[in-house]
């Protein structure tokens, strides 16, 4: 069998698993969040954080409980590393440094995840499982509790009243994250993945000789990291080691968890605004998006261009055997396309234009479908954009799902969409400008511009993959990368629910003859044209700089 044929069957396969999960999943998500019934584990929670699950929040409330929970996990999180070396469990790791402690803490409440560390020689069994894989849970729980506010002001009228955020996030981890990744820690231990506590020993090698590896409750941490688009790695070499991801079954397990709730999600919101056309509009653009950087990732990839690259079948450089280019550029487009860290290959190491599709995927917004919740709001705001510019060219006032699109809510997203370009090209051309961070690059030219551009669009996004070659741990990037994940993730989230909260106070008008009709295929092409032309005006110049002039250049 070929590997073009047997990346096809792979797709195949994913395509037909994600549809087969979207509608149970989908409709189970609405009723939790739709419920006004708590389970008795959950009112042990309230009790302990001392939280009113009942009590309605308007979007301010909501707001402060999102911050102030994410600012308390930052110091948990940053307090426990700098303690490291005296805690048990420690397998004699010494405290982490101060600003990659931060950084750590940082990427982790961003649902980022990236790492300027090696994990294997740097953390312990406490850090990994009481700090790291304790936020790959809850920092997903919050990107969902957001994006189902949201849907909430879509859904509510005459009300500024969003749910409550403690119910939200509570629902989120014991509902649905926590039963989906026991399931998903289950069937990667079945793969081979590992999962234990034990400590450093020595394992010998095929050429002789031996080295040093320590074990780690490896498989739940790798199902939680999947499923909530967190990305990050037990060991350095994330999911390309064998520990994490021993096969090429276990590989597509892997691309299935990273799809399965961003998708699925678009199915509770149909059902939540009482429109499964809706959803179907919004799944529509998201799978047109993801099927069409796959198709394109697996094309350049397969033909590069070179005597090597032909001896090889295609672009191998960089990518682990057990999954071939197939298995990688499935990889590697899942996890750029949502805001997952995790990799099976080198990102540097794909071809000029393969690496300018990684990067594309992340500057789109990470919307198709994007992380946890962050992708289906992310969607919902350019949806409102696709709205308003229809309405202009009609010249009439914009409706979206029967909420009229005014210069308040236009100028809330309008803001959401200008704040992370604006941090990954300031950050990005203060970087170059500097002498200290150019230091830290490994290539010259364009492909050294990409690594930077790369770690800044990779922060600010909260994707938390990189190009290797970039040496990012160093005080400016540790810190600004921290600045980057941190604003990236959170300033957006004010504007979502601010318009939120602008909507659910709105009365609903009723659909007339010039109502443009967002659940047909002529608005998820303008959502789809919106998208594109907006990243493109965005960042076209600066992949012109990076990776189109190194692919044009091979």
Known sequence: MSSELAGLLQLLALIAALALAYRPLGDYMARVYSSDKHLRVEK????????????????????????????????????????????????????????????????????????????????????????????????????????VALVRGFARSRTGELGNFWADLVRGVVRILLPLSVIGAVALVACGAIQNFAGIHEVGQFMGGSQQWNGGAVASQEVIKELGTNGGGYFNANSAHPFENPNALSNLFEIFLILLIPFALTRTFGRMVGSLKQGYAIL????????????????????????????????????????????????SVAT?????????????????????????????????????????????????IAVFLAGLMVGR????????????????????????????LGFTAVAMALPTPGNSMTNAGAHGF?????????????????FAGLNADTQWFNSTIGIAMLLGRFLPMVFVLALAGSLAEQQPV??????????????????????????????????ALGPLAEGLAS
């Open 44 to 147: 042990w929670i309230y009790k302990g954080i001392g939280a009113d699950p009942d009590a309605e929040m308007r979007w301010t409330a909501y707001l402060r409980g999102v911050l102030a929970f994410s600012a308390v996990g930052v110091l948990f999180l940053y307090l426990l590393q700098r303690a490291q070396g005296v805690l048990p469990g420690s397998l004699g790791f010494v405290a982490i440094d101060p600003d990659q402690a931060f950084n750590t803490a940082a990427s982790f409440v961003a649902n980022t995840n990236w790492q300027s560390y090696y994990g294997e020689q740097a953390m312990g069994h406490v850090v990994q499982t009481g700090g790291l894989a304790v936020q790959n849970f809850v920092s997903a729980a919050v990107g969902i509790a957001v994006a």
């Open 284 to 331: 529509g653009t998201m799978a047109g998006i993801w099927l069409l950087f796959t198709g394109l990732m697996l094309w350049t990839e397969f033909a590069g261009h070179g005597p090597a690259f032909e001896l090889a079948g295609g672009a191998m450089e960089g990518k682990e055997t057990r999954f071939g280019i197939a298995g990688s550029a499935l990889f």
């Open 336 to 384: 750029t396309l949502t805001s997952t860290g995790a990799v099976n290959s080198f990102h540097s190491s794909n071809t000029g234009f393969g690496g300018g599709i990684d990067l594309l995927g992340m500057q789109l917004g990470e919307i198709a479908p994007g992380g946890v919740g962050s992708g289906l709001y992310g969607m919902l705001i350019m949806a409102v």
């Open 397 to 424: 006032t914009p409706e979206y799902l029967g909420k009229k699109i005014g210069t308040r809510e236009i100028k809330f997203a309008a803001c959401y969409i200008l704040v992370t370009p604006a941090l990954v």
């Open 450 to 466: 990409s690594e930077i551009l790369y770690a800044y669009t990779s922060g600010a996004n909260n994707n938390g993959s990189a």
């Open 510 to 543: 009723p659909a007339s003859a010039g109502t443009l009709r967002t659940e047909k295929p002529l608005f998820t092409g303008l959502l789809i044209g919106t998208i594109v032309i907006i990243t493109g005006l965005t960042y076209f110049p600066a992949l």
